[in-house]
Structures are given as structure tokens and as C-alpha cells.
């Protein structure tokens, strides 16, 4: 997971710049009147992010066609998302826009390597539809962490998966990502979810409820495998030149650097398990 800094855009703004651009004079000013509950509703959002208690805030299992929020009903909400701000044609895609930039060299957050294609509601809109345009609901991922993550809503603290907007500090600095190497022929990376031991409980959990969410073992796994099948003439010829020791110093020196740039990385977890396997520094993980 990455940290990204926090949007500073006001949701009044945002909302106002989407209904605004509606021709249907009924629906605009429905929407205008239920302004005030979507102030309330991104104010405790924000107050229960911040205290990492986003799964108490209640989803709206009403139908689309029902009303959601005064007289609007749940489609016409996240509509305002869908048709108002992802609309290129309308002015608020300039804000969807800016959102979706956050993201540093234009990485996912959630995994990490994915490239960045659209904007994830970390509260799904289907549930929380008064959440639809709200700034912080908002998570520039790529398309795979959008669509392929689990569809669960978590209703306990140890359910919620990482916030990229509220989550920093140990989660972040705190290495809880590790893999290690499967002799198979050639050999595989094994991802796993290892938390420090001084962590409370809760945010043990959490690690793995966003790893499971992501499908995160399957996914670095087959990042890792094409990464070793591109390594494998290095470290061939390093093996070669210099003998094994060269290998398993090269990929020390490869796990430092990523450690340094992200601990939780899957590229840290995999150069590390690389770099502790004898089996593997020897030329018997099939590189040679």
C-alpha cells in the first residue's frame, strides 16, 4: 500500500460543481435540497476516518429506484457521480482528474504497481450512494484493484482494508509484507502477510484483510515470476563469472534498494526471500 497525501477539495464544491451541470431542472434542484445531508454525510466520513472506524458509517440497501436521501433516490445519487464528474464533457471531470493525478509516477495505492485508470470508492457508491462525489471516497487505482477487489463491506475494524488517505505511519513505514522461495522447478515466489509483533491487534488483521481483498498473493506472484525470468541472464552469468556468493550479494544489494524506496513492496519481499535462499544462490531455483 501507498500513502497518498489527502485531497484538500471541499466536498460542498465538488457536489455543487456536479449537479450544477444538470439540464434537468427537477432533479437539480432535488438534488440542491438534499445538499446539506451530503455536507453531514462527508463531515462524519471524514471524522470516522480519521479514527479508523469507517465500518460503522450504515450502507443503504435500498433498490435504485427507491429514495435514498430526501426526495433522491439511490440511482439518481450515483449518477451524479457516473454521468456529472467521470463525463469528460463536464466541468467536474476536471476535479476527477486532478484526484487520479495524486498518485505518485501514476502507481496504484493499493498494490502498488498496478497503473492508475480510475478513481476507487473505498465506501462503494451501490452502498453509499450520498458518498458517490465525496473527495476522500475517492482512491486513484488501477482498473484491477477497482474491479477484481473483493466486494465485502467490512463491519468490524479488523475488516477494513488499508486507506491510502488515512492509513500512513506503520502501515507504511513497517515492513508486514514477505514472501518466501518455493523449490519448484523453476522456482516460484510464495507472498505472505507477516505483521510486527508490537502491533495492536486490529491493525495485524487489517494487513491481511487488505492483502485478501486485492487478491494481492496471486497478483505479486505473477509480477514476480516475470521478473525472475527476466533476471535469469544476470544471474547466470554472474554465477559463472564469480560464483554463487556474487549472486546472492547482487540480490542483497537489489533488496536494500527497494526497502529503501517502499518496505512493503512486492519486489522488497521478493529480493529479500531471493537473496535468504541458499537453494536458490546455488543455481538450483532454475536460473541456470
Same mark, same amino acid.
Given at each position: ?36 445531508n451530503i455536507l453531514v454525510a462527508a463531515g462524519d466520513y471524514e471524522q470516522k476516518a480519521k479514527a479508523k472506524q469507517l465500518y460503522s458509517i450504515p450502507s443503504n ?10 426526495? +433522491?433516490?439511490?440511482? !439518481?445519487?450515483? %449518477?451524479?457521480? $457516473?454521468?456529472?464528474? #467521470?463525463?469528460?464533457?463536464?466541468? @467536474? ?66 475488516e477494513q482494508s488499508l486507506h491510502p488517505y488515512f492509513d500512513h505511519q506503520n502501515f507504511i513505514d513497517d515492513q508486514w509484507l514477505y514472501a518466501e522461495v518455493r ?9 505472505? +502477510?507477516?505483521?510486527? !509483533?508490537?502491533? %495492536?491487534?486490529? $491493525?495485524?488483521?487489517? #494487513?491481511?484483510?487488505?492483502?485478501? @481483498?486485492?487478491n494481492l498473493a496471486l497478483r505479486y506472484s505473477l509480477e514476480a515470476g516475470n521478473e525472475m525470468v527476466s533476471l535469469r541472464d544476470i544471474l547466470v552469468n554472474y ?50
Open positions: 500500500m501507498r500513502a497518498l497525501a489527502t485531497p484538500n477539495d471541499s466536498p460542498k464544491t465538488v457536489y455543487e460543481t456536479c449537479i450544477n451541470s444538470i439540464a434537468n431542472t427537477d432533479l437539480r434542484d432535488r438534488l440542491n435540497l438534499v445538499t446539506p440497501n435500498c433498490k435504485n429506484h427507491e429514495i435514498a436521501l430526501g426526495g +433522491v433516490t439511490k440511482k !439518481e445519487l450515483k %449518477d451524479v457521480y $457516473s454521468s456529472h464528474m #467521470v463525463d469528460r464533457a463536464k466541468p @467536474a471531470r476536471a476535479i476527477y482528474d486532478l484526484l487520479l493525478s495524486q498518485a505518485p509516477l501514476g502507481r496504484c495505492p493499493f498494490c502498488g504497481f498496478g497503473q492508475v485508470s480510475t478513481l476507487d470508492h473505498y465506501l462503494p457508491k451501490a452502498k453509499y450512494p450520498q458518498l458517490s462525489v465525496l473527495p476522500l471516497n475517492l482512491i486513484p487505482s488501477c482498473r484491477d484493484c477497482n474491479t477484481g477487489k473483493s466486494d465485502a463491506i467490512a463491519t468490524t475494524a479488523e523449490k519448484t522447478k523453476p522456482a516460484t515466489i510464495y507472498f505472505f +502477510v507477516k505483521a510486527p !509483533e508490537q502491533w %495492536d491487534n486490529i $491493525s495485524k488483521t487489517r #494487513v491481511q484483510s487488505h492483502f485478501n @481483498a486485492f554465477s559463472k563469472s564469480m560464483g554463487s556468493h556474487s549472486v546472492k550479494k547482487l540480490l542483497e544489494i537489489e533488496a536494500k534498494s527497494f526497502t529503501g524506496r517502499h518496505s512493503n513492496s512486492w519486489e522488497t519481499a521478493m529480493y529479500q526471500a531471493l537473496a535468504s535462499s541458499d537453494w536458490y544462490c546455488d543455481g538450483d531455483g532454475g536460473f541456470l
